[in-house]
């Protein structure tokens, strides 16, 4: 079963953490901020965005990613066997 279009989402989720450049922030001395959440989502060739993520809509992210990915694989298996059905039908109507 697929799951709904509005929690699904192609992208990764990058934690991070990061430094601001002030000077006497507790960054400069190697305490970074975070982690900060990043959605980045490559666009096409050279193309990538990125948005921050609130921290507590992270895990709701990652769910959503996973289930893009669960359904681009299922759509590979479903072309798979698409393509196998397709070389069988070629192999019978070629048989004399």
Known sequence: M?????ETLRGSLLK?????GHPGC?????????????????LGPGRTTSAVVPPEQAERVRRW?????????????ISAINRELLQRERKRKARP
Do not use: F, M, Q
């Open 26 to 42: 507790k960054c400069a001395r190697g305490e970074r901020h975070g982690p900060v959440w990043y959605l980045t989502v490559t």
């Open 65 to 77: 990613i996973a289930n893009y990915r669960r359904v681009k694989n299922d759509l590979e298996k």
């Open 16 to 20: 991070r953490y990061v430094t601001c």
């Open 2 to 6: 697929l799951p709904p279009s509005e």
